[in-house]
């Protein structure tokens, strides 16, 4: 059973290009976030989706951010007009359908950096 | 808004030692989780502890919560330098928006051969 994968893994824009950060969740996983890490700083929640849905995006930048998990295919997180405060590691991490609690399986990555 | 915050931001032992990591939060919590960075990598999920539960072990893991002080503490017995890493704690709250998971900022953990 793959993990949850991310690509690609290294993302090198310039600024004002866009940038394009997919994540597949593990199996059977319906529930995708996505987290943000500054150098030297804990995650910070940008944005919570089920497939076809935003269930909360409050983390996540008003402008130049968007993010969509379709019925088929990955999710994406989407960064137009890269800064160079965009750059960072982006985290994608997977649940299953939750009752009781919410175990987050997270994927390894993409890092961007902003030229 | 709550926040788990780690101490220390850094701690350097020796292999064979233990290693204490504490976490504070502010509000209430569904669950603590504990994971690992390593440099440059990933996260990996160590444990997660309940609000109902006070300790919980897992290998060379163990893992206390005091509801009551908004705290957590991480042990590792027996350190090898292959725990060498960043620890994060991140609280899942209790309310409505109970999915996101809130990080501190990590203690650096650097195990000496």
């Known amino acids: 059973n793959a993990g949850v994968m991310q690509n690609p893994r290294h ?23 996505w987290y943000r890490q500054l150098p030297e700083e804990g995650l910070k929640f940008m944005v919570y989706l089920q497939k076809e849905n935003i269930i909360d995006e409050s983390g996540m930048p008003k402008e130049r951010f968007s993010a969509e998990f379709p019925k088929e295919g990955p999710s994406i997180l989407r960064i137009q007009q890269v800064v160079r405060g965009d750059s960072a590691a982006y985290f994608c991490a997977s649940s299953p359908y939750r009752e009781y609690y919410n175990e987050q399986f997270f994927g390894p990555g993409t890092r961007l950096t902003v030229l | 808004s709550q926040q788990g915050e780690e101490d220390p931001q850094a701690l350097s032992i020796q292999e064979g030692e233990n290693a204490t990591m504490n976490c504070s939060y502010k509000t ?3 669950n603590l989780q504990w994971y690992r960075q390593n440099s440059g990598r990933g996260l990996v999920h160590l444990i997660l502890i309940r609000s ?30 292959a725990d060498t890493a960043s620890y994060f704690c991140a609280t899942e709250g209790s309310g409505g928006s109970n999915y996101k998971l809130t990080f501190g900022k990590g203690t650096l953990l650097t195990v000496n051969p």
């Not at chain 1, 993302?11 to 059977?28: D, H, I, N, Y």
């Not at chain 2, 300790?55 to 893992?63: A, P, W, Y």
């Open chain 2, 52 to 81: 109902n539960e006070r300790e919980k072990h897992s290998g060379r893991l163990r893992v206390t919560l005091d509801t009551s002080k908004k705290s957590s503490s991480l042990l590792i017995t027996a350190s090898r330098a």
């Open chain 1, 11 to 33: 993302l090198v824009r310039r600024r004002g290009q866009e940038a394009r950060l997919r994540c597949s969740p593990m199996k059977g996983h319906s529930h995708v976030y």
């Open chain 2, 28 to 30: 209430s919590i569904n």
